[in-house]
């Protein structure tokens, strides 16, 4: 059962380059979510998809876009990236709406490095 | 704003030890808390979710509670392991869609042989 599947692991870019983290959860979940987690910062929420076919900002979502596909993938895109954006991005998902007490499942990150 | 705070940052216990870890909230409005464990390099896992009603959960050698009155959640571990070592986290939901889901910045905790 693989869970939450992010891709890439590692990625080191350029300041203004361009990249698409990938995210595909297979557990049938309705909502899925980005994090970035900064060392003293926590974790910290980009976007969201509530469920197929819509899409909301978080805490923090300047300079990054969102796609969710299908139910199953839910992509993050940053468009010209900046130093600030190096940290550790996280995708989740969970099964329904949080109120109801369902757990989040986490992938295991990809690490960005932007020089 | 809710605010999610864990002391101590960091905790180092010899092996067999019960302990203890603390989540203060600011919010007691909150509709459940979830503890998360975070080994180096690797994502969240969930490990147990309390819902507002409850006072504690329970999962092996875990042992969660809950006190909203008070702001507070503890994450009890018996009979430590080395296994055990990994940075656990808290995240209290006050709603609001997933806003309002703040964490803690986490407990590195280290069991020693």
């Known amino acids: 059962n693989a869970g939450v599947t992010q891709t890439p692991k590692f990625q080191v870019l350029k300041t203004g380059q361009s990249m698409t983290l990938q995210c595909a959860q297979d557990m049938n979940h309705n909502s899925m979510y980005w994090y970035r987690q900064d060392p003293g910062m926590g974790l910290r929420l980009i976007y969201y998809?509530?469920?197929?076919?819509?899409?909301d900002k978080g805490e923090v979502p300047n300079g990054y876009n969102v796609s969710r596909l299908n139910k199953r993938e839910f992509s993050l895109r940053l468009e010209s990236a900046a130093p600030s954006q190096t940290s550790v991005y996280f995708c989740?998902?969970?099964?329904?709406?949080?109120?109801?007490?369902?757990?989040?499942?986490f992938g295991n990150g990809t690490r960005l490095t932007v020089t | 704003k809710q605010e999610v705070t864990q002391i101590p940052a960091a905790l180092s216990v010899p092996e067999g030890e019960n302990l203890v870890l603390n989540c203060s909230f600011t919010?007691?409005?909150?509709?459940?808390l979830q503890w998360f464990r975070q080994d180096p390099g690797k994502g969240l896992t969930s490990l147990l979710l309390i819902q507002s009603s409850q006072r504690e959960q329970t999962s092996g050698r875990l042992n969660a509670s809950l006190d909203k009155s008070s702001g507070r959640s503890t994450l009890y571990i018996a009979a430590s392991q080395p296994g055990d070592s990994a940075t656990y986290l808290c995240?209290?939901?006050?709603?609001?869609?997933?806003?309002?889901?703040?964490f803690g910045k986490g407990t590195h905790l280290i069991i020693q042989p």
């Open positions: 998809s509530a469920s197929e076919g819509t899409t």
């Open positions: 919010d007691s409005a909150i509709y459940n």
């Open positions: 995240a209290a939901y006050s709603g609001g869609g997933a806003d309002g889901l703040t």
């Open positions: 989740a998902s969970s099964p329904r709406d949080r109120v109801l007490g369902s757990p989040l499942h």
